[in-house]
């Protein structure tokens, strides 16, 4: 079976453009979630997308969304970028991604955005 | 809200040693995962553990949850210079029913 994937691995932008990170889950995993990583912030959870809903959202601003599509794959956009955006972006797939599940969560090899 | 602690933040070890790394929650773990990840790359799943008392290996790592199912443990034993990197583990929140929460890692350097 195939990882999860991520498109693009790096990525340059500049402060004010806008950027759309892209996942493909493990086939069968329905549960699509998004962190973001940085040195000082360690890993921050941004939102969770399961059957193309998204069932949980962390603490950040509105700049930042996402979605998922019918096949599971899922994008997260960010708008209006700021240079505090620089961070490695990850994408983790589950089967079913709940606590009552309690399955495994696989981890995509990440996008390193750097905002100048 | 739930928060997972992991302890020490870094270590350095001699090649060949033994060592462990804790992961302890304000509240009763229900699912704890350990994981680990060499710089700017994702993570790679270790392993899983649910049930109090459960212990798990894989190769020369060795991860066990107490009884009390708040704390987890990882014991690397005769550790070598491929185990270098940052351990990370996560668990079922028990705020949220679909999101698991993180240890701040916990950053391991080998020495030769």
């Known amino acids: 079976k195939a990882g999860v994937t991520q498109t693009p691995r790096y990525l340059i932008k500049t402060r004010g453009q806008q950027v759309t990170l892209s996942c493909s889950p493990i086939?069968?995993?329905?549960?699509v979630s998004w962190y973001q990583q940085t040195p000082g912030q360690g890993l921050q959870f941004l939102f969770e997308y399961f059957s193309e809903t998204q069932r949980n959202k962390g603490n950040f601003p509105g700049r930042f969304s996402g979605r998922q599509f019918s096949n599971s794959r899922s994008e997260m956009n960010v708008s209006t970028l700021e240079l505090g955006d620089s961070a490695l972006y990850l994408c983790?797939?589950?089967?079913?991604?709940?606590?009552?599940?309690?399955?495994?969560?696989?981890f995509g090899p990440g996008t390193r955005l750097t905002v100048l | 809200s739930q928060e997972l602690e992991q302890s020490p933040q870094s270590l350095i070890v001699q090649e060949g040693k033994n060592l462990t790394i804790n992961c302890t929650s304000s509240?009763?773990?229900?699912?704890l995962y350990w994981y680990k990840q060499k710089y700017g790359e994702g993570l790679i799943f270790l392993m899983m553990l649910q049930k109090g008392g459960e212990e798990k290996s894989h190769e020369k790592i060795t991860a066990k949850l107490d009884e009390k199912k708040q704390q987890s443990s990882l014991h690397i034993t005769a550790s070598q210079p491929s185990h270098a990197g940052i351990y990370l583990c996560?668990?079922?929140?028990?705020?949220?029913?679909?999101?698991?929460?993180w240890g701040a890692g916990t950053k391991l350097i080998i020495k030769p």
């Open positions: 996560g668990a079922d929140s028990l705020d949220s029913n679909y999101q698991l929460i």
């Open positions: 983790a797939s589950r089967p079913l991604g709940s606590r009552v599940s309690t399955d495994t969560q696989y």
């Open positions: 509240k009763t773990l229900y699912g």
């Open positions: 086939s069968g995993h329905r549960s």
